[in-house]
Structures are given as structure tokens and as C-alpha cells.
């Protein structure tokens, strides 16, 4: 399944029943032309559909692709982006360091979006027995590929370092 970014937008325009490409950007906090850029190049960084979808109480699910509830579960209505721009912020804040962690911040591809897409499926409709195995998982193997990282930069460090006669 490819993402169309162009939908995306549509989909933003529709729910917040915005005019133009502008007032999404506004909403974004980016310019028209970055905006008109992610269209053209099929990328959009992730914390801007996460952003929209939060500040208009949106199904980040239904943004991406069009199916599904529009509104996130557990939200009645839409709200206003500057009613919630202090909620989406502190959102930021709080789970900044874990995403430069986890995402170093670069937008996903198209594969990628599927794929957590797919997870949230899982956690949200899935048991909890079964999210929490799903989770305990993920940290498990995070852990793996860290201790793997940081071994690998270990050794690195030790075959710059002179030896000793």
C-alpha cells in the first residue's frame, strides 16, 4: 500500500474544513512551499500528521489512509488547533528524547508508516496479554540492538586507541 501525501492533505483540509494548502501549513507551523515539497517528494515528517491529527482530534489511522474512524477513539468532536496546541506541546516535550532516540527524527517511508500503522492495530485492538508480549518484545529487542550498537562502538574505539609495548 502506498501512501499519497496529496490524500493526506486533502483529508486534512476536509476535516478541519480548511480552505487551502496555506491554512494546513499554518496549522503545521511550516510554509506553503515546504508543504507543497512534501506533496511533490511523497515525504512528510511523521510529527506533522501526528500534530494535525492531535490538535483536530483526528484518527491518525483514517489521515493516512482514509479508512477507519475519522475521529481518534476516546475524543468527542474536533477541536480547535490553538485549544490544544498547549497539549500538543507538552506531547513534544514529553516524548522528544524518545523520538530522536527511536526516530532521530526523520520522517518515515511509506513502508515504515504501514508497519506502525499496523502495530497500533494490534496494541489497540489486541488483547491485552497480547500488547503487553508485543511490547515486553519491542523493548527486548531495542535492548538487543542497543547492546549490539554500543558493543560495535566499543570495538571501534579500542582499534583507534594505540597499543601499549
Same mark, same amino acid.
Request: net charge positive; proline share 3%.
Given at each position: 500500500?502506498?501512501?499519497?501525501?496529496?490524500?493526506?492533505?486533502?483529508?486534512?483540509?476536509?476535516? @478541519?474544513?480548511?480552505?487551502?494548502?496555506?491554512?494546513? !501549513?499554518?496549522?503545521?507551523?511550516?510554509?506553503? +512551499?515546504?508543504?507543497?515539497?512534501?506533496?511533490?517528494?511523497?515525504?512528510?515528517?511523521?510529527?506533522?500528521?501526528?500534530?494535525? !491529527?492531535?490538535?483536530?482530534?483526528?484518527?491518525?489511522?483514517?489521515?493516512?489512509?482514509?479508512?477507519?474512524?475519522?475521529?481518534?477513539?476516546?475524543?468527542?468532536?474536533?477541536?480547535?488547533?490553538?485549544?490544544?496546541?498547549?497539549?500538543?506541546?507538552?506531547?513534544?516535550?514529553?516524548?522528544?528524547?524518545?523520538?530522536?532516540?527511536?526516530?532521530?527524527? @526523520?520522517?518515515?517511508?511509506?513502508?515504515?508508516?504501514?508497519?506502525?500503522?499496523?502495530?497500533?492495530?494490534?496494541?489497540?485492538?489486541?488483547?491485552?496479554?497480547? !500488547?503487553?508480549?508485543?511490547?515486553?518484545?519491542?523493548? !527486548?529487542?531495542?535492548?538487543?540492538?542497543?547492546?549490539?550498537?554500543?558493543?560495535?562502538?566499543?570495538?571501534?574505539? +579500542?582499534?583507534?586507541?594505540?597499543?601499549?609495548?
Amino acid at each position: 500500500m502506498e501512501i499519497n501525501y496529496s490524500d493526506i492533505i486533502e483529508r486534512m483540509k476536509d476535516a @478541519a474544513r480548511l480552505r487551502n494548502d496555506s491554512a494546513v !501549513a499554518r496549522v503545521l507551523g511550516v510554509t506553503p +512551499q515546504a508543504l507543497s515539497n512534501y506533496k511533490k517528494r511523497g515525504k512528510m515528517p511523521t510529527n506533522l500528521v501526528i500534530k494535525f !491529527a492531535a490538535a483536530y482530534g483526528l484518527s491518525v489511522d483514517w489521515l493516512l489512509t482514509g479508512r477507519g474512524n475519522m475521529v481518534r477513539q476516546g475524543v468527542s468532536g474536533k477541536k480547535g488547533h490553538m485549544a490544544v496546541e498547549e497539549e500538543v506541546l507538552s506531547y513534544g516535550k514529553e516524548a522528544e528524547a524518545g523520538l530522536e532516540n527511536i526516530l532521530e527524527l @526523520a520522517p518515515l517511508n511509506p513502508d515504515e508508516i504501514i508497519y506502525v500503522g499496523k502495530l497500533l492495530k494490534v496494541l489497540r485492538k489486541g488483547n491485552r496479554s497480547t !500488547a503487553t508480549i508485543l511490547k515486553s518484545s519491542i523493548e !527486548a529487542f531495542l535492548k538487543a540492538v542497543e547492546s549490539s550498537e554500543k558493543e560495535g562502538a566499543k570495538k571501534a574505539e +579500542q582499534c583507534k586507541q594505540p597499543k601499549e609495548e
